[in-house]
């Protein structure tokens, strides 16, 4: 069974950096396909950082040039490095293999971002 665990989330100023992860464990699919998602209460999680089995990356447009995506292939694990972070940036970050376009196992707890302005 696969287990997503999410950390490194906090509060923050506005312009600040947070780097979050993702570990990975159970899985035999490669973490190039993870994506980052986030939801904010009453409204539905959204894709912000999407991965390929290929390697490449998409970004929402929302959060490109300052989202980068990583991966520690020894560690199975994903990061999400967040650069100049804004109030709207405020979020439950999740982590999810995306097939398809959609998120393919169970969520995990997530971590929360808070962006104070």
């Known amino acids: 069974q696969v287990h997503l665990v999410e950390s490194g989330g906090g509060l923050v100023q506005a312009g600040g950096s947070l780097r979050l992860s993702c570990a990975v464990s159970?899985?035999?699919?490669?973490?190039?396909?993870i994506g980052w998602y986030r939801q904010v209460p009453g409204k539905q999680r959204e894709l912000v950082a999407r991965?390929?089995?290929?390697?490449?990356?998409n970004y929402a447009d929302s959060v490109k040039v300052r989202f980068t995506i990583s991966r520690d292939y020894a560690k199975n694990t994903v990061y999400l490095q967040m650069n100049s972070l804004r109030p709207e940036d405020t979020a439950v970050y999740f982590c999810?293999?995306?097939?398809?376009?959609?998120?393919?196992?169970?969520w995990g707890q997530g971590t929360q971002v808070t962006v104070s302005s």
């Open positions: 991965g390929s089995v290929g390697g490449s990356i």
């Open positions: 159970g899985s035999t699919f490669s973490i190039n396909a």
């Open positions: 999810n293999l995306v097939v398809g376009g959609s998120a393919y196992w169970d």
